[in-house]
C-alpha cells in the first residue's frame, strides 16, 4: 500500500456535490494538507436541499443549515475558503453553465491538485455525485485549453493546468494516505454535518450514546492493520 502523493501540494480545489461529502470521503487527507500548509477551497456544487427523509422539510431552510454546518466543519479541517456554487439539487448536469463555473474556479484558485468525486464508481446511486466528478474532469480541460471560454482570460484569468486529479471513495483505489495525526479531526468535522444521515441514522437525532458508537465504527473502517494506522483511499490521475 502506498501513501498518497509524498509532496503536500501548494493549493488545492474540492469539489463536493453536497455538503459533507468532501469530509466523508476526503476530510483527513484535505484536513491533513491544509495543516501542512496548503491552501484548501472547497466548493459544494448544489445547494443540498433535498438529502433528507423528512416530508414536511422546507428546502430553503435545509440548505441554509447545511451551510453552516459546512462551515463549522471546515473550521475543525482548515479550510481557506468554501464557496457554495448553488445549482439545484438534484438536477445538476454537465451542461455549458456549471461547466464553465467550475473551469472560472479553477482559473481563480489555480490548484495544483483538484480533489473529487469518482464519477465511474459501479453502483452509485446519486446522480449528483456522478455528475460533479465528470463535470471536475470536463473543466479541468476546460480550465487547461485557451479556446475553452475565451472570455475567461479576457477578463484576467489565463489558462492553468493542475497536475493531478484525486478521486474520492474510488472504484479503484490506487493510493492511500495515512490520515492517523488528524483523524479525530476529521471526524469532528463529520459530526458537525446534523442535517444529514449517515449509516442510515440522522446525526441530529442521536444521543450521546448512539454519537460514541457512531464515531467508533468510523474510526474502525478507516484502520489499516497492515499499517497499523488509519487511512483514506483514492484514485490519483496525473494530468
Known sequence: MAELLADTPERVLALA?????????????LGQWAT???????AVLT?????????????AELSLRRAGEQRAAGDIL?????????FTDGELDTSERPRRAIANLIRI?????????????AYE?????????????DAVVAARDPL????????????????????FAPEEPNAWADVGAVLDRKLDAVLCHRTHSLKGQLLGELDDQGVGALRAELQAEHHDESLATYVEGFHVHAL
Open 17 to 29: 456535490a453536497h455538503t459533507k461529502d468532501a469530509d466523508v470521503n476526503a476530510g483527513g487527507l
Open 36 to 42: 501542512s500548509g496548503s491552501r484548501v477551497v472547497l
Open 47 to 59: 445547494d443540498s436541499s433535498r438529502g433528507t427523509t423528512r416530508v414536511a422539510q422546507d428546502r
Open 78 to 86: 482548515g479550510y481557506a475558503e468554501i464557496r457554495f456554487l448553488g
Open 109 to 121: 484558485v489555480r490548484p495544483d491538485v483538484v480533489v473529487t468525486h469518482d464519477p465511474w464508481k
Open 125 to 137: 446511486l446519486i446522480a449528483d455525485h456522478r455528475t460533479t466528478g465528470l463535470l471536475a474532469c
Open 148 to 167: 475553452f471560454f475565451p472570455e475567461l482570460e479576457a477578463a484576467g484569468l489565463p489558462p492553468w493546468r493542475p497536475r493531478a486529479l484525486v478521486f
